[in-house]
């Protein structure tokens, strides 16, 4: 069952979360968001409103909640919506670098795989050593410490 509720405390391995009824239940680190939450409070603050599912009510009273869970069964898609977004071509973001099969129907010698992975792999490389330099990475130079 999912109900609104209001985040009264922050910890660092969930929130606890004022319900309707007046009970508190807590939402662990895991359930907050569908992705990975490092510190809980870059997604909740106090006093926040939000809505969760009951997962569970212990025999001791304890219950335990999710927000993601409860974001996930809103936003359900309907069958149409399911087959609108299985057409969407895939197209790969900058930067990513994807095995493609050769796109010639005649098979290449070795060493023309061979010369054409040194090449990709050397313009790999460059921008790799680029983005390194750009960003103040590792240096050489200056690290005297072991002698």
Do not use: C
């Amino acid at each position: 069952m999912i109900v609104e509720g209001k985040v009264t405390g922050i910890t660092k391995f969930g929130a606890f979360v004022d319900l309707e009824d007046g009970k508190t239940g807590m939402v662990h680190i895991s359930e907050v968001a569908p992705t990975y939450v490092s510190d809980i409070k870059d997604f909740l603050t106090e006093g926040q409103t939000v809505k969760v599912k009951v997962l569970t009510i212990g025999e001791d009273g304890k219950i335990s909640l999710s927000i993601k869970k409860a974001l996930s069964q809103q936003k359900k898609p309907t069958n149409f919506q399911k087959q609108k977004t299985q057409q969407k071509p895939y197209t790969p973001r900058p930067g990513n670098y994807e095995w493609q099969a050769s796109k010639k129907s005649e098979p290449s010698s070795f060493e023309d795989m061979l010369s054409k992975f040194k090449q990709t792999s050397d313009e790999k490389m460059s921008d790799l050593k680029r983005m390194e330099n750009k960003r103040g990475g590792y240096s050489r130079r200056g690290n005297s410490s072991k002698q």
